[in-house]
């Protein structure tokens, strides 16, 4: 889990490192999270599942599913504070893709995580290679 956390924050073009570790912030809120240098989350920091795991599968969300190969496909996955996630959570994802006003949530945060993503510097380009070519594609940035 901390590794996947740190490939997270790698790919997050808020997210700056120092010797102390990761900051960035809330995907959606923009509160200050982090970790540490190990990749130990900072308390109330949490993983995001943009498009929750349990919705993938599931036929009413496929267009929000198809361009990932699994639901811990980075360009999925974003840092958020606790509140937020949990928040999401309790709301969105158990309403499930079948509603829409928790698809337009999703795919609101999935444009916001494309524009903050940043290229995966080599220490996980080698994680990516294993993946499918159209798994490796990174989402189109803005001009």
């Not at 901390?2 to 073009?13: E, G, K, S």
């Not at 158990?94 to 999703?106: I, K, L, M, T």
């Not at 080599?122 to 001009?143: C, D, E, G, H, V």
Request: with cysteine; net charge positive; hydrophobic share 40%.
């Amino acid at each position: 889990m901390r590794q996947l956390l740190l490939n997270v924050a790698a790919t997050d073009a808020l997210a700056c490192v120092d010797e102390h570790g990761w900051r960035s912030r809330c995907l959606h809120c923009r509160t200050a999270v982090g970790l540490s240098i190990t990749g130990e989350p900072w308390p109330g920091t949490t993983l995001e599942h943009i498009v929750p795991r349990a919705w993938f599968g599931k036929t009413s969300a496929r267009a929000l599913t198809t361009a990932f190969a699994s639901p811990d496909d980075l360009r999925n996955l974003a840092l958020a504070c606790a509140r937020c996630n949990h928040g999401k959570g309790r709301r969105s994802d158990v309403d499930g893709p079948s509603n829409s006003r928790a698809r337009e949530v999703v795919a609101a945060l999935l444009a916001a995580r494309a524009m903050r993503w940043r290229d995966p510097p080599a220490l996980i380009s080698a994680s990516l290679a294993a993946r499918p070519a159209a798994a490796q594609t990174s989402p189109k940035k803005r001009r």
